[in-house]
């Protein structure tokens, strides 16, 4: 299973997550976040060269408007932006950001790290209460997610995304996808826009209020066996009597059938035959079961498998409205 994550040195509290980093008791704040996840390193930017011919000494520049993002923790270059437009966001810039938008000493940590060589960083920062369903016994914890990269392919983002308790299966239920989270140009000045961000997060928290009567809505609606079916094949993209079903769909289909009645949480009263059931069928499956292409927290956070849930929130919502 490959994880990719930097040097395994991510951190979460509770239960290591994916049997990777290291466990601690409870949540933290940004400077021991910073040193447990690895994150306290300063990247640099620097000039590209190449060799002008055969001598040994003998370089040229070969692009006056690139430079490297160069890692000093692994001696890697992990990106390749413009000279002058681009800025770096230090990982101890982007926890003190998230520290200042959530005011300062509120902030508590539930995981961080970074992925491949360092160009991309999470922070996952667990927000007071939760939502109960079943009479309290399936929760749904609140995190607010932050992501920076280094490669000059995205912006800082700041979104929600909730986490059953259960399974561990996270929710990407991602405001960053409606246009109404947190974003954060790699130009200007970082501290500058934290009273922005505030604001904008301010407006924001009505998504939790908003996700809940959705998440109650899932689980009050019961589905039939053919209706369980349906919502698999819509949201796994398969048609009927097509020929394009391709096998990897169909063997999809039947391990989220199988977690639909024996997975994680079915064995709360009412949760099985529900369409709350049979979404996190798929969010389990596609967070712990669903083959992906190299990186599986990658995927799990922002890729395929993320796309994936998105599609079964999205559909469940037809099924409700």
């Known amino acids: 299973m490959a994880h990719n994550i930097l040097d395994n040195k991510m951190f979460c509290v509770g239960k290591a997550w994916h049997e990777i980093g290291q466990r601690v008791d409870?949540?933290?704040?940004?400077?021991?976040?910073?040193?447990?996840?690895?994150?306290?390193?300063?990247?640099?930017?620097?000039?590209?060269?190449?060799?002008?011919?055969?001598?040994?000494?003998?370089?040229?520049?070969?692009?006056?408007?690139?430079?490297?993002?160069?890692?000093?923790?692994?001696?890697?270059?992990?990106?390749?932006v413009s000279d002058n437009k681009y800025k770096i966001i230090q990982n101890i810039e982007a926890f003190d950001?998230?520290?200042?938008?959530?005011?300062?000493?509120?902030?508590?940590?539930?995981?961080?790290?970074?992925?491949?060589?360092?160009?991309?960083?999470?922070?996952?920062?667990?927000?007071?209460?939760?939502?109960?369903?079943?009479?309290?016994?399936?929760?749904?914890?609140k995190y607010l997610l932050l992501t920076n990269t280094h490669d000059g392919k995205e912006s800082l983002y700041m979104y929600f995304t909730p986490i059953r308790v259960v399974c561990q299966n996270t929710l990407n239920i991602s405001l960053r996808d409606k246009g109404e989270g947190i974003a954060i140009r790699h130009s200007g000045d970082i501290k500058s826009k934290v009273e922005s961000a505030r604001q904008a997060l301010g407006l924001a928290l009505d998504f939790y209020t908003d996700l809940e009567a959705n998440f109650k809505a899932f689980a009050d609606r019961k589905l039939n066996k053919d209706e369980v079916e349906k919502y698999f094949d819509i949201v796994l993209e398969i048609k009927e009597n097509a020929d394009d079903n391709s096998t990897h769909k169909i063997n999809a289909r039947e391990t989220i059938k199988s977690l639909s009645e024996n997975g994680k949480g079915t064995d709360i009263s009412g949760v099985k035959g529900s369409l709350w059931g049979a979404y996190n069928a798929i969010t389990e499956y596609a967070d712990h079961y669903k083959t992906v292409r190299g990186n599986r927290t990658d995927s799990i956070l922002f890729g395929s498998s993320a796309d994936l849930k998105k599609r079964a929130f999205n559909e469940a919502l037809v099924l409700v409205k």
């Open 26 to 80: 409870k949540e933290v704040l940004s400077a021991e976040a910073i040193r447990l996840s690895g994150l306290d390193y300063t990247l640099v930017k620097k000039p590209l060269f190449c060799k002008a011919d055969d001598n040994e000494s003998s370089f040229e520049v070969i692009a006056d408007n690139k430079m490297a993002v160069y890692n000093p923790y692994n001696q890697k270059i992990i990106g390749i």
């Open 97 to 141: 950001f998230f520290d200042n938008v959530v005011k300062s000493g509120e902030a508590f940590y539930h995981s961080a790290g970074a992925l491949g060589n360092g160009e991309k960083i999470w922070l996952l920062a667990k927000l007071p209460s939760n939502m109960l369903y079943f009479g309290g016994h399936d929760i749904v914890e």
